[in-house]
């Protein structure tokens, strides 16, 4: 009898021990609802998403002119050529300050010696005196566009005989950036929603957001004129800058 009550006490201590120890064998391992939420953590659905792109475009007109202009002369010696081609220069220089130029937009664009030997096709010996050339191209920037036609005509009359084009551009585009950056967001919440309720859900909030593309206004640029022509007429239209975005939503 003695012996029955000393395994009863026994096998109370070690069922206590299981109970309370949590490296026992069983230990930690949860019954009845509980093991269930454990077992169904794993399985949770993520979340369903939604990812549209989105466009945002503005115009605007051009506000700054950039005139590629300059100063081609010859002659038998390098000297005299080049020292035709600086005094032509100056004037030029001058007739654009005096159109509303500043100094410091004024720049030289290239700059180039070359020389020419006539020589005899058959025997390729020298036929006649060496011809040198000495060209000199600027870029002016106008930040009237109305000053712009008279400017290269005085230009022109100065000596400028080489007009290579004119390009508009907009001197200051972050603000412009900035709104078509805008006009992206809404046009792809616009069409999230329109999708979302096509498909029975609502948008619920923005999981990520990216810059797709950004598109800065290209410089339009005017076609080469000549230099002897004579009033220069100057549209400068609209530029066009560009965002596109893609966002992903989270669906309700």
């Known amino acids: 009898m003695n012996r029955w009550r000393w395994l009863g006490v026994v096998g109370g201590i070690l069922l206590a021990a299981c109970r309370t120890n949590p490296s026992a064998p069983g230990a930690g391992v949860p019954v009845g609802p509980s093991a269930q939420a454990v077992r169904s953590q794993g399985t949770e659905a993520s979340p369903r998403t939604l990812t549209v792109n989105g466009v945002g475009t503005v115009r605007a007109r051009p506000d700054q002119a950039v005139v590629t202009l ?38 030289t664009a290239s700059f180039q010696i070359q020389f020419e ?26 930040r009237d566009l109305e000053a712009v036609g008279a400017g290269v005509d005085a230009a022109v009359a100065a000596g400028a005989n080489r007009v290579e084009g004119i390009a508009f551009r907009i001197g200051s585009p972050d603000r412009l950036a900035m709104e078509a950056r805008r006009l992206a967001a809404e046009d792809a ?29 290209i410089p339009v640029p005017m076609a080469r004129m000549a230099a002897e022509a004579a009033a220069v007429p100057v549209a400068a239209g609209e530029l066009e800058i560009a965002v596109e975005i893609e966002v992903t939503w989270e669906l309700r």
């Open 117 to 142: 030997e006539p020589r005899d096709p058959q025997t390729g010996r020298p036929i006649g005196p060496r011809v040198y050339r000495v060209v000199h191209v600027y870029t002016a920037i106008f």
């Open 189 to 217: 919440k616009a069409r999230a929603q329109t999708l979302a309720a096509a498909l029975g859900a609502q948008l619920g909030p923005v999981r990520m957001v990216r810059e797709v593309s950004f598109a800065r206004p």
């Open 70 to 107: 300059g100063v081609e002369t010859s002659g038998e010696t390098l000297a005299s050529a080049l020292a035709e081609n600086n005094q032509r220069a100056a004037a030029v220089l001058d007739a654009l300050k005096a159109h509303g130029v500043a100094e410091n937009d004024i720049q």
